[in-house]
């Protein structure tokens, strides 16, 4: 078990999350190509870190019987009412234990907040225990290749170098995310900072919450897949897939848990 306690629990931005642009316009397509297009009618999907159901939601539209997990119960809650028909699970998935159930697993930028290759390898065999023989495996996460060369980190990333800021304004809230890569090189753990205001009953409320990702090369996170058992390991970068995904330094990776006669 990892050393680093993180809690990456959203449930303090809750209502504000909710109310983000949902990125479900351009999440779907690639989604579609990449998972969808080979799963029968009906499928059982099962997304991992769901946040406000905004993906279930479109699943279950397009007729998929779909679940959603979160550690965060508030989302749920939002969840439960942005997708009345869909199942929801609040558990942190490390300790998420299920018997064979799904036709296939989707996670996006939720699997990035587990501090050791130990915690990774518990969270994959919670996923493999959970899937049908056959089922696929599709995620997005940060990787450290995105800004590594030649064995060391880029330099803007090292020390106080490089902040990354994202901002969203709307009538009532104003958030704030700012990724602090001010990290060691051996350790590849940096900080994210969220803070919201958020206007309640004519009077501006201030929120600050600190979390940490830790960022995996893909061969690390490959040979973790690799172990649980995962075959057919594919990746590609996210930036790929268009003019969308300008500035998400993550890799989408898709996997296959094996049939009994492989
Ligand atoms: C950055 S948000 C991503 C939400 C959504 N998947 C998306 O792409 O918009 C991370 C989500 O993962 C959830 N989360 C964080 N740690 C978790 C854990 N250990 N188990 C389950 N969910 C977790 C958070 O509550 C949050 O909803």
């Known amino acids: 078990m990892s050393l680093v306690k993180n809690d990456a629990n959203h449930d303090r931005f809750a ?25 029968p009618k009906g499928a059982h999907i099962l997304d991992i870190g769901c946040s406000n159901g905004y993906i279930v939601q479109q699943l279950q539209k397009r007729g998929y019987q779909a679940t959603g997990l979160d550690v965060s119960g ?63 495996f599709m995620f997005s996460i940060p990787t450290a290749d995105i800004y590594w060369r030649d064995g060391v980190p880029e330099d803007d990333y090292i020390g106080y170098g490089y902040t990354n800021t994202h901002c969203y304004v709307g009538d009532t809230f104003v958030f704030i995310e700012r990724e602090n890569y001010h990290y060691k090189p051996e350790e590849r753990i940096r900080e994210v900072a969220m803070t919201i205001f958020e206007l309640i009953d ?52 898709i996997c296959r848990k094996p049939s009994l006669s492989q």
């Open 202 to 253: 004519g009077i501006w409320k201030r929120t600050d919450s600190r979390h940490l990702v830790k960022d995996y090369f893909l061969s690390e996170i490959k040979a973790v897949l690799e172990n649980v058992g995962f075959i057919e390991i594919n990746d590609c970068n996210i930036q790929d897939f268009g003019e969308d995904y300008k500035g998400y330094d993550q890799h989408c990776i």
């Open 74 to 136: 508030k989302l749920l809650s939002f969840a439960r009412i942005n997708s009345p028909e869909s199942k929801f699970i609040h558990e942190d998935i490390r300790n998420f234990k299920s018997p064979p159930t799904y036709d296939a697993v989707y996670s996006k930028n939720a699997l990035c907040f587990f501090m050791s290759l130990e915690e990774l390898t518990t969270v994959f065999q919670n996923i493999y225990t959970a899937m049908h023989d056959n089922a696929l």
């Open 15 to 39: 209502s504000v999350f909710n109310l983000l642009p949902s990125e479900a316009e351009f999440v779907m397509p690639v989604l579609e190509q990449l998972m969808l297009k080979h799963l």
